[in-house]
């Protein structure tokens, strides 16, 4: 499959008609979004990493190009990308491997369900 198809490039129509569509929630997400990127706490640069590693995560190619041009712009480094790209695949993958209990927890219950079953 094309992935322009899949994944259009977003353009000055695509942007219009989103504003058109809602033009409120438009306005509270750009207020929002700014919010949440501006100097505080934790600065615009790690605010950014924060990001594309959260974009890795849930796979928004539009996000992960966003957020990386958005952390090269605050100063991170092309090794600082990558780093936070594996953290996400690490915790990714520790999700993965944590929630294999709730397999093994099903598979004791079965085994105890067919032993029990068995032993009548």
């Not at 992935?3 to 750009?30: C, G």
């Not at 993965?96 to 068995?118: Q, S």
């Amino acid at each position: 499959m094309d992935n322009h198809r899949m994944y259009p490039q977003v353009d000055a129509d695509i942007a219009r008609k989103r504003r058109e569509l809602a033009p409120k929630q438009m306005e509270a997400f750009r207020a929002f979004s700014a919010a949440c990127f501006a100097e505080g706490a934790l600065p615009a640069k790690m605010k950014q990493l924060i990001a594309v590693a959260v974009a890795h995560t849930t796979q928004c190619p539009y996000c992960i190009r966003g957020h990386t041009e958005g952390a090269l712009k605050a100063g991170a480094s092309e090794a600082e990308i990558m780093e936070a790209i594996w953290v996400a695949a690490e915790m990714r993958a520790g999700g993965a491997y944590a929630h294999a209990a709730l397999a093994v927890d099903a598979m004791a219950a079965h085994a105890g369900a067919a032993g029990a079953t068995k032993g009548c």
